[in-house]
């Protein structure tokens, strides 16, 4: 079984400020680590993911995570935000073995407030 | 291409009453996912169909839910004798053959009063 913790369940940020959402997870194999943004009254968008290969990831709207396995972390950044970028953001994880079909397991979310 | 859809967008249902919702999925997308959110317990996965069949329905919270899907494509989710603790965000989810990333619908709101 997996679990994901956002640390944050708020983060308040000025517009063209830079943003870190920090996410860790616990399973006993190896995972896949998803995140998505979800805007007011829609459903989830995928920003990025990792599957494998580089821990570096880059994703859309400019936003970009970094896998780090001996500290079980997936934060996602981004360098400067936009008012456009306020929603919440959820870390999700999946186990890698088998098919890699099967459930996600989401963070709480943090939700994130771009001020001008 | 179009994406995951889902009927109705909204639904208000007394206490009691079943209720049917809907989810039609990419196109060509063997997998299909259901999970549920809310104010307290966050999102949660509900059951998830390969082709047909569930193999994993662990998150249906009682018997009062079910889902079924057919032609491998549409499925529904049924609550019977709804509750106000159903009362929630009804999200469906779509995967393609292989897996990876799953591609999710606007959502059902359903609130029971």
Known sequence: ?116 | GAGVSQSPSNKVTEKGKDVELRCDPISGHTALYWYRQSLGQGLEFLIYFQGNSAPDKSGLPSDRFSAERTGGSVSTLTIQRTQQEDSAVYLCASSPLGGGTQYFGPGTRLLVL
């Open chain 1, 1 to 116: 079984a997996q679990s994901v913790t956002q640390l944050d369940s708020q983060v308040p940020v000025f517009e063209e400020a830079p943003v870190e959402l920090r996410c860790n997870y616990s399973s006993s194999v190896s995972v896949y680590l998803f995140w998505y943004v979800q805007y007011p009254n829609q459903g989830l968008q995928l920003l990025l993911k990792y599957l494998s290969g580089s821990t570096l990831v880059k994703g859309i709207n400019g936003f970009e995570a970094e896998f780090n396995k001996s500290q079980t972390s997936f934060h996602l950044r981004k360098p400067s935000v936009h008012i456009s970028d306020t929603a919440e953001y959820f870390c999700a994880v999946k186990g890698a073995g088998g098919t890699s079909y099967g459930k996600l397991t989401f963070g709480q979310g943090t939700i994130l407030t771009v001020h001008p």
